[in-house]
């Protein structure tokens, strides 16, 4: 069928691709609209018209604009992952920065486990033999299916129910999770902390190459030694162990 609007590919347009994907998450068009600063999703709306998609109410998504066939627009990370290793082949950590992998180890470990290898001919990822002679789609493998039957929804919410308490510890530790599963160096916000108290001197001796990451650090980032270091004793004294003590701090106490 003759497609109606040519679709921009979501590897070839960010903002196309963020709205897929957070749409996908489950994020409302008005919860995105909010995050644009748009009055509301009829901003977006017109611009991925556009871009040549249109909204589909039963997958709460944008597809692609076309008269009777619906083509499905592959926005997984690892596709990501190959785009921008041949726009970016001589800056690889770019790559990792901008999808939010530490190294190029751990691509390799994500794409291991989407089904693909590296080959050094083409210098970027391929599928593995066996994951395209299974017609793997990880497009497929993502979208919801429905449930056969209702008995199956009654198991299904039975067991469910199981995990309640499990899903509220995390959500309790969600903070601290964060911590863990997110990785260093991902480029966010540096916390400040207001303790109250009488400042003293502390006189510690380190190696000269760890003070010099202290000065290049605090001057990178716009603040004073003495902030770094409140900061990186609170997280410390919060990852093992002293966590009520530091609120106590924190509080005044």
């Known amino acids: 069928m003759k497609q109606l609007v040519e679709a921009v590919s979501p590897e070839h347009d960010e903002r196309v691709h963020t709205i897929l994907t957070k749409l996908a998450q489950g994020m409302s068009r008005d919860e995105l609209a909010g995050e644009f600063n748009h009055k509301d999703y009829k901003s977006i709306d017109a611009y991925m ?3 040549g998609y249109r909204y589909d ?4 998504n944008y597809v692609p604009q076309i008269e009777e066939q619906v083509i499905h627009v592959n926005t997984s990370k690892a596709t990501r992952v190959i785009e921008l290793l041949k726009v970016n082949t001589d800056e690889p950590m770019l790559v990792c920065q901008k999808l939010g992998f530490k190294d190029m180890q751990e691509i390799g470990d994500f794409m291991g486990m ?3 290898q590296w080959n050094t001919e083409l210098n970027n990822y391929e599928r593995k033999p066996q994951e395209i002679a299974t017609g793997r789609n990880e497009l497929i493998e ?3 299916r429905p449930t056969a039957t209702k008995e199956v929804t009654e198991v299904e919410q039975t067991d469910l129910a199981s995990y309640l308490s499990l899903l509220k510890l995390l959500k309790h530790n969600e903070e601290r999770l964060t911590e ?3 990785p260093y160096g991902k480029g966010g916000s ?3 902390y207001t303790i109250v108290g009488v400042a003293q001197t502390k006189t510690v001796q ?3 190459t760890l003070s010099n990451l202290v000065s290049e650090f605090a001057r990178e980032n716009n603040m004073t030694q003495r902030d770094l270091f409140e900061v990186a ?3 410390f004294f919060r990852k093992y162990g002293y966590e009520k003590e530091v609120v106590q701090v924190l509080n005044g106490r």
């Open 49 to 51: 018209r556009k871009k």
């Open 190 to 192: 540096i916390p400040r």
């Open 206 to 208: 380190m190696i000269n």
């Open 114 to 116: 989407k089904g693909y």
């Open 180 to 182: 863990i599963l997110i």
């Open 233 to 235: 004793l609170v997280d």
């Open 142 to 144: 993502e979208m919801p």
């Open 57 to 60: 109410r039963y997958m709460k």
